[in-house]
Structure formats: structure tokens, C-alpha cells
């Protein structure tokens, strides 16, 4: 029995590490959810924050990067992943026996298990691709640098990201007039906080 539950505190710290890395490289990269969960261990060079994907919707190959810190997880994960069957996904599932590759459902489970617990109405994995474009946009970005990095076919498929949400739109709306600003009381669209709320919550997840 202690064998066990040692064996099962194992598996608990592996996912933790591998939804932290997942949730990291969402937001890092843009990647679609089924861009991510395709990669193969191949497509990983140890020693670089990049890697090239097949975009999803065009079928075309573009450049992918992520931060040092998610490029540090991903190394604490590949010491995991290697020492695993599995073939050659990069993302596995752990619980099985078979290690079979990652699969979008588990994925959304852990967002609709997070939306709950953090009281986010409906995060999914998109959410993380809306928040990283969102984040460049109120970073000075413009929308043919979102194209880029979000792997759109036209300029028009990146208009959504700049779209202001209703705190940002009074805001703005409130620079043109002669009274104050209004102070809007409302949950921010998806960010950086936002990222980093999410990311908190999900190293202590089970």
C-alpha cells in the first residue's frame, strides 16, 4: 500500500508538471491546441526556445517561440518524458498504461475543472491563443505582427484580437470627454494577470 501511494504521488507531480508546461507553451507560442499536442519529441531541440509547426488551417510552416521559464519546464518535463514509453509524442497521457499521445478532451477537462475554481467564465485551451494575441495588440503589437505569430492567412482573421473589451472601451471613450474616466467594474479580458493567475493555479492542481 505504501509502494502505491508513492507510486500515485508520482504520477500527481507528473501531471502537474506536464499541465503547467502545456498551459505555458498555449500562451507562449499562440499554438493552437491541436498544433501543440502534434509536436513529436523530434521537434524539440533541448538547447533552443523554438521549433518550426505545420499551422493547422493553412498547412503551412511557421516558426513557434516560448519564454526561457516555459523552456525550463519543458527541460524538467523532458527528463520525465524520456525516461517513458510512449513513441514519439512529445505530450502523453500519463495514466495510461500505453502512454498514448495527449489528447484535446484531457486538455479541456483541465480548463473546465480551472474556469470553476478560479470563477473565469468558460476558459478553454483557445483562451490561452486569444490571450497571447490580445497581450501583443496592448503591447504596441499591430495586427500584421499577430498574423505572423498566429499563423492567419489574412490580416482580417487577426481583427478579433483588437477588439477592446468593455473596461478598455470606456477608457478610452472616457479620454474624450471633459469628466473623469469611469471606473468599470468588470472581469479584464484574458492577460498577462490573467496568464499568471491560471499558471499559479495549475502547479497546484489535481
Known amino acids: 500500500d505504501v509502494e502505491r501511494s508513492r507510486g500515485l504521488g508520482d504520477v500527481y507531480k507528473r ?5 503547467l ?8 507560442t499562440g499554438m493552437r491546441i491541436g498544433e501543440l499536442l502534434a509536436l ?15 499551422t493547422e488551417k493553412t498547412k503551412k510552416l ?20 524520456l525516461s517513458l514509453t510512449g513513441g514519439t509524442s512529445l505530450f502523453i497521457n500519463l495514466k495510461g498504461e ?15 475543472k480551472m474556469s470553476e475554481d478560479l470563477g473565469f467564465q468558460g476558459i478553454t485551451p483557445h483562451s ?20 505572423t505569430i498566429a499563423g492567419h492567412s489574412s490580416i482580417e482573421s487577426s481583427g478579433v484580437y483588437t477588439r477592446l473589451n468593455k473596461t478598455e472601451m470606456k477608457k478610452v471613450m ?6 473623469k474616466t469611469p471606473q468599470v467594474q468588470s472581469k ?19
Open 40 to 54: 513529436d519529441l523530434s521537434d524539440i531541440n533541448s538547447k533552443e526556445c523554438y521549433t518550426s509547426i505545420i
Open 174 to 179: 472616457g479620454q474624450f470627454l471633459n469628466s
Open 21 to 28: 508546461l502545456v498551459f505555458s507553451m498555449l500562451f507562449d
Open 128 to 147: 490561452f491563443r486569444h490571450s497571447k494575441m490580445h497581450h501583443i495588440i496592448s503591447q504596441g503589437g499591430n495586427r500584421h505582427q499577430v498574423m
Open 188 to 206: 479584464p479580458w484574458p492577460s498577462m494577470n490573467y496568464h499568471h493567475g491560471v499558471l499559479d493555479y495549475s502547479s497546484g492542481m489535481r
Open 15 to 19: 501531471q502537474e508538471l506536464q499541465r
Open 62 to 81: 511557421r516558426l513557434v517561440m516560448w519564454s526561457d521559464t516555459t523552456h525550463d519546464l519543458l527541460l524538467r518535463y523532458l527528463g520525465l518524458r
Open 98 to 112: 500505453n502512454n498514448t499521445r495527449l489528447g484535446a478532451r484531457t486538455v479541456q477537462r483541465w480548463c473546465k
